[in-house]
């Protein structure tokens, strides 16, 4: 059964954590948003973290934003569960949470909402907003999100070290990766969902979903994307990882061209051919693209100074 954890930012008291079953009442919740008039928050948190990541995220918006009503969802959460569904799986769930979430107390949401989202959860964030044809997310503010995949010696390094990754995967070199993001059975993991080799592009391109959210989305999630408000995509730059993502350029939409180059976003044939509805949304002036020097990977939620600085502003 889906589960939420609000984190309600009332303004007389610390925010607190409920944990309540899909079509429970928020009832308090409606009554804090009602009188604070800021839209609520959407979070979702990264590989191997769970909702507890967002808790200062929370906090902070209490202090400046009073009466904010911000949920992190509890969905997918540790080690393996962030990682053993494959992404599509979790862009589904997370769009079947915001569902139920918003169905649960539809006057606090009846006016938008944003989503707030770190490292794969930004990814999985951004394509849910492409997946679901009912979102109502004024602002998509994405964290370190591996928007065009993730490549690199020092991020396979990491998620084996780090996520008690499968034997057979642990044991497979990072030159070899792609051959197991290009089969079945590595799409079921998160990871080869975004896996992508710019020296094996046409593999990449048939086989993996992320693919399906970028170079061959399709109309109707183009259509739905651009329904958004503004989109926000932050990363720190600096060491091609940047603690959480390599490299550091995804996050921003760019990517390694296979050749030892780097190409930008603007170079990408998903803005050029404006397959998602990035590049309209570029020339509309509501997508904002912000590196950030020096920021490891888990400021952005966990370190107090960076929230306030870089993310409470887009959440009014």
């Not at 921003?252 to 030892?260: R, T």
């Amino acid at each position: 059964k889906l589960q939420f954890l609000y984190l309600i930012a009332s303004p007389c008291a610390c925010p607190f954590a409920v944990t309540m079953k899909a079509g429970a009442t928020l009832l308090l919740a409606a009554l804090v948003v009602g009188t604070a008039g800021f839209k609520p928050v959407i979070m979702m948190h990264g590989v191997g973290d769970n909702a507890k990541e967002m808790t200062t995220i929370a906090r902070v918006l209490q202090d400046e934003h009073p009466g904010t009503v911000a949920t992190s969802l509890k969905l997918y959460e540790d080690s393996p569960a962030s990682w053993d569904h494959s992404l599509m799986a979790q862009v589904q769930g997370v769009a079947k949470a915001i569902r139920n979430l918003t169905a649960t107390s539809p006057q606090v949401f009846a006016d938008g909402y944003h989503l707030v989202c770190h490292s794969q959860g930004a990814l999985i964030c951004r394509c849910v907003v492409e997946y679901m044809d009912d979102h109502n997310v004024d602002t998509l503010v994405a964290l370190a999100g591996p928007q065009v995949g993730v490549f690199g010696p020092s991020y396979f390094a990491f998620i084996k070290d780090t996520l008690h990754l499968p034997q057979w995967l642990e044991k497979t070199a990072m030159d070899a990766m792609w051959l197991v993001a290009d089969e079945p059975l590595g799409q079921l993991l998160s990871v080869g969902g975004y896996w992508h080799d710019p020296r094996h592009e046409a593999a990449y391109q048939r086989a993996v979903t992320l693919a399906g959210f970028n170079e061959k989305a399709t109309a109707a999630y183009k259509a739905n994307f651009l329904r958004l408000g503004k989109a926000v995509f932050y990363i720190g730059s600096g060491p091609s990882f940047d603690g959480g993502v390599e490299p550091w350029q995804t996050g921003l939409f760019g990517f390694p061209d296979g050749a030892g180059g780097m190409k930008n976003m603007t170079d990408q044939p998903f803005f050029t051919q404006d397959s998602f509805g990035l590049k309209t949304l570029y020339g509309a002036g509501r997508l904002e693209l912000h590196a950030v020097p020096g920021v490891p990977h888990n400021h952005w939620t966990y370190d107090e100074a960076t929230v306030r600085k870089y993310i409470v502003q887009y959440c009014t």
